[in-house]
């Protein structure tokens, strides 16, 4: 039985793959066994009636003939699913509770309709080949939900990632770390961490996840002949993405924005939009197939082009006419875990974003395959157009080489404000000087000079 004290952990821990709140009984109970039969048809989960979408307990009277109609709605679900309306004291106010197991038994109907749960949101699936892939697919186990029998959660979580995602993902901090697993549905059989689990909060998953890695690897011209990088990124799934993003960045070009006439802020402007790669890279570590141990996650830079690619096709629950419009993850305990972190804004959009980005900046259409391995193609700018980047580089670069033989204490912030660029701009182009032998940092940040190299 679900305690006072817990339902305030689960509020302080918001809406999520596992918890759903209701600030009262709908006009349409129907809405209520909706996210029941939904919840049963994933991992399970959590209904509190008398919570906002705040994440405030309001409270809640429900009479009899309320409680009699959800359970004669829940009692539509077929086949038949055995849980109550139980009425729980917080302080003052009063929470109704529906606590609803992983079914044994899926799929679950409603009313000739399935319902499942994708990250924090329930979707109904609407056409027959839908329903029909569900039917065929619902004994098998998603991998995300399956127990890893040797990970330790006491030794092996990464606590830096935890204490991150806590942040971003606005929890509590009054919550318990073993309060959060639990909330969230970190644990599986016998309390061991799920594979999800691990692939998100652990130190090093592909110790227990074979190829659980992103390799980044870029080519000198358009094809595969000549490689002059190669960057195998693993650690916890959001440390792959973060590491994946910076990697392209050192290697794409990307200019500068100055608002209001040079004394406003300054835009990053990335030669292939930086929300495209972001959603592509997101997508693929949320919905590649982790059974497939022959395999990685690959992101290829070309000179005329990226490719990114995971193991397995298009979500066979999607069929080619709602590609881009619906979403069904392979694992979706990872995809509610991305989406708590605000990383997928919206169920089903992603595709369509990434679409709608590249036609604003002037590229060509993303080509995605579909068969075996999942890989989107997105097109370069002309040589033309890097070239004229790289040329505001370089002046950038020349800028700072004579900032600092006029004084060769001058600080980064003394660079930023006379350039007019942000830090991390001038932080940038200074890496860049120091990695090609061109000036070097006498003694600390503070106190110490800069001094240029002479060419060799």
Not at 84 to 112: A, H, N, Q
Not at 219 to 234: E, L
Not at 281 to 301: P, Q, T
Request: proline share 5%; net charge neutral.
């Amino acid at each position: 039985m679900i305690t006072a004290e817990d339902i305030k952990l689960l509020v302080a821990s918001g809406e999520g793959y596992n918890a759903e709140f209701k600030v009262s009984v709908p006009s349409k109970v129907k809405e209520i066994s909706e996210e029941i039969c939904a919840f049963a048809n994933a991992a399970g989960g959590v209904l509190l009636i008398g919570v906002n979408d705040v994440n405030e307990i309001k409270g809640v009277e429900i009479g009899n003939a309320k409680r009699s109609a959800i359970q004669n709605s829940i009692a539509e679900i077929t086949p038949a699913l055995h849980c109550s309306v139980e009425m729980v004291r917080v302080d003052d106010k009063t929470v109704g509770v529906i606590e609803v197991p992983s079914g044994p038994k899926k799929p679950y109907v409603l009313s000739g309709a399935i319902y499942v749960r994708i990250g924090p949101n329930t979707q109904k699936l609407t056409t027959a080949e839908q329903m029909r892939d569900f039917f065929q697919q619902a004994e098998k186990i998603y991998f995300d939900e399956v127990p890893c029998i040797g990970f330790n959660p006491s030794s092996d979580v990464d606590y830096d990632i935890l204490s991150h995602f806590r942040a971003e993902a606005h929890l509590s901090t009054i919550v318990s770390n073993e309060q959060i697993f639990t909330n969230l549905k970190l644990y599986g059989d016998k309390h061991h961490f799920k594979n999800g689990s691990v692939l998100f909060f652990g130190k090093e998953p592909q110790q227990f996840i074979e190829k659980a890695i992103v390799r980044c690897v870029s080519f000198q011209g358009v094809d595969k002949r000549f490689i002059s990088d190669d960057q195998p990124f693993g650690g916890p799934l959001y440390i792959q993405f973060t590491k994946a993003m910076q990697w392209l960045r050192g290697k794409l070009n990307v200019r500068y924005d100055i608002e209001g006439q040079g004394a406003g802020p300054r835009k990053e402007i990335w030669e292939i939009p930086e929300t495209v790669l972001k959603e592509a890279i997101i997508n693929s570590l949320s919905h590649r197939d982790y059974y497939d141990k022959g395999a990685v996650i690959a992101i290829e830079l070309y000179d005329d082009r990226v490719e990114i690619s995971n193991p397995g096709g298009l979500v066979s629950a999607i069929p080619e006419s709602e590609f881009g419009k619906r979403s069904h993850s392979r694992n979706p305990l990872i995809f509610g875990l991305f989406a708590r972190m605000h990383l997928v804004e919206q169920i089903g959009s992603g595709i369509g974003r990434i679409k709608d980005l590249m036609k604003e900046a002037g590229l060509p259409k993303p080509d995605f395959q579909k068969e075996g391995m999942f890989s989107v193609k997105l097109s370069r700018p002309p040589k033309t157009t890097q070239k004229t980047t790289q040329k505001t580089t370089q002046k950038t670069t020349q800028k700072i080489l004579e900032l600092i033989m006029e004084q060769n204490e001058i600080t980064t912030a003394e660079m930023a404000e006379t350039l007019g660029l942000s830090r991390s701009a001038i932080a940038k182009s200074i890496a860049w000087l120091k990695q090609n032998g061109k000036i070097k940092r006498i003694g600390p940040d503070k106190g110490g000079h800069w001094q240029l190299i002479p060419n060799k």
